[in-house]
């Protein structure tokens, strides 16, 4: 049992789809809208974190943020899900930022726990809160979670 749990922890990550293609548009802080090789456009969802809606306080300065990431740029996605609307749900890389984290750092977005699989978010977005920065500067009233 032990020897089948560590293949599938060293394997997994190998076994992940992968996709690859220019960010097209950002619909929101935490969704993007990516064109593959095959000029199909695909929904893509930021895994393990959870920004602002567009009408919420930040919703706006958080597209802004993973637009000035990835809008327009090369992103290869770690597809690790698909959720409930069929969209591939993934940790996204543009060169060698990690965008996923970079939004928590930034304090555009929080990690959505029940979800969340790397402890180094939950580290940065502490340090976010700690620092104000981004969402965290708001009265606490107004940081309502998605």
């Given at each position: 049992l032990l020897l089948l749990l560590l293949l599938l922890i060293t394997l997994s990550p190998?076994?992940?789809?992968?996709?690859?293609?220019?960010v097209i548009g950002i619909s929101d802080g935490d969704t993007f809208t990516l064109l593959i090789a095959d000029q199909r456009e695909v929904k893509i969802r930021l895994a393990e974190i959870d920004a602002p809606e567009k009408a919420q306080p930040y919703?706006?300065?958080?597209?802004q943020a993973l637009s000035a990431l990835a809008d327009g740029k090369q992103a290869r996605v770690a597809?690790?899900?698909i959720d409930q609307y069929g969209r591939p749900v993934g940790r996204v890389s543009v060169g060698s930022t990690d965008?996923?984290?970079?939004?928590?750092q930034q304090g555009a977005a929080w990690v959505y726990r029940q979800y969340a699989h790397d402890p180094q978010l939950i580290d940065l977005e502490?340090?976010?809160k700690a620092a104000r920065?981004?969402?965290?500067a708001l009265p606490k009233a107004q940081r309502i979670p998605p």
């Open positions: 190998a076994l992940a789809d992968i996709l690859t293609g220019r919703g706006t300065k958080s597209k597809v690790q899900t965008v996923n984290a970079a939004l928590v502490r340090q976010a920065r981004g969402l965290w």
